[in-house]
């Protein structure tokens, strides 16, 4: 089966999430006693003419049925309305979902990096006590709340004025040179990805270890050391290669809990990314920029397990041998 074709029939599967995803919030967010243009009826700075619009495009004196039919219409034809401050939602979607994806794929990048070496290193060296050492740290690692961790961390940042705490750039990045606008995103990164890869690194170490040490006990490891290879082509060539196949599949479920995750960590911080403006969304009961913002989440969650997908059917020829007698 050619790439494309399943890429093509994974995108088609979605369509069906997208939408039960869309009702559920659609309906939940309707049948609270919220009005859905309360801060926009605050807001002096909204016409009226902004609000008849926002009520025609909504249906909002219309049954709910009706109701979620043109946002739906609405939201496929990319007019997702107006925020309680008056502003477009793609706006505030289109400067949010960049700074989302650059935490996420740095605290990725970070996690595999570390964690991956160190779930391999554990599992050799199995009852060690750098083994104990990890299991306790990993241990202590996944019980810490992110939340509480980020808090930690802030209170540091502050008493030492080592890292700049808010945003994402400085308030003098436009005057800066690009070397130097570099260093100062980087800056404004350290905290908040370190400790969402604090808490994500915990779980994958230990997934490693877990897979290679099942890996390590099979028959052919133990055949292939009976026929001489050294230690080394048995652990990373023949080991490492299945042990890791089961790690690409939780790439799509690492990229899904890091964005849900990031929200309290992204808000504790102030960085400006798609987890605090839903939770600010939430708080003033912003309803456009909350199914906006939930939407855009679902699609980032579905395109990251698309990848993981991808890349477990480009790396294990069983995947592909599967795929090609289905379709």
């Not at 967010?29 to 009826?41: C, F, K, M, Q, T």
């Not at 706006?91 to 949010?96: D, S």
């Not at 370190?194 to 270890?209: A, E, H, K, Y």
Request: glycine share 6%.
């Amino acid at each position: 089966m050619k790439l494309w074709r399943y890429i093509a029939k994974r995108l088609l599967q979605t369509v069906p999430l997208l939408i039960i995803v869309s009702l559920i919030s659609f309906f939940i967010i309707r049948l609270s006693p919220i009005d859905p243009l309360a801060e926009l009826r605050l807001n002096p700075s909204i016409s009226q003419e902004t609000l008849d619009k926002e009520i025609k495009r909504l249906n909002l004196d219309k049954p709910i049925g009706i109701q979620y039919l043109s946002w739906a219409k609405a939201f496929i034809k990319g007019d997702f309305g107006y925020t309680s401050a008056g502003e477009k939602v793609s706006t505030k979607l289109k400067e949010r979902i960049p700074n989302t994806l650059l935490l996420t794929l740095v605290v990725i990048f970070m996690t595999w990096s570390v964690g991956i070496p160190l779930g391999i290193i554990s599992a050799y060296k199995k009852e060690s006590a750098f083994d104990r050492l990890l299991t306790v740290t990993a241990s202590i690692g996944m019980a810490i709340p992110s939340f509480f961790f980020a808090i930690l961390m802030l209170i540091f940042a502050v008493k030492t004025g080592w890292f700049p705490v808010g945003g994402l750039t400085s308030y003098n990045f436009n005057d800066m040179s690009f070397g130097n606008k570099c260093v100062d995103i980087i800056k404004h990164l350290v905290l908040p990805s370190f400790v969402l890869f604090t808490i994500s690194l915990s779980g994958l170490q230990r997934q490693m270890r877990a897979n290679m040490l099942e890996v390590m006990d099979s028959d052919y490891i133990k055949f292939a050391r009976a026929k001489g290879l050294s230690e080394f082509k048995v652990v990373f060539k023949h080991a490492l290669r299945n042990a890791v196949n089961p790690m690409i599949t939780l790439l799509g479920f690492e990229f899904a809990g890091l964005l849900s995750g990031a929200a309290l960590t992204e808000y504790v911080f102030q960085y400006p990314g798609l987890g605090r403006l839903i939770l600010e969304a939430v708080m003033k009961s912003d309803i456009n920029l909350v199914m906006a913002s939930l939407m855009m989440g679902t699609i980032m969650l579905i395109t990251g397990n698309l990848i993981a997908d991808i890349l477990l059917m480009i790396t294990d020829p069983r995947i592909r041998g599967v795929n090609n007698g289905i379709v």
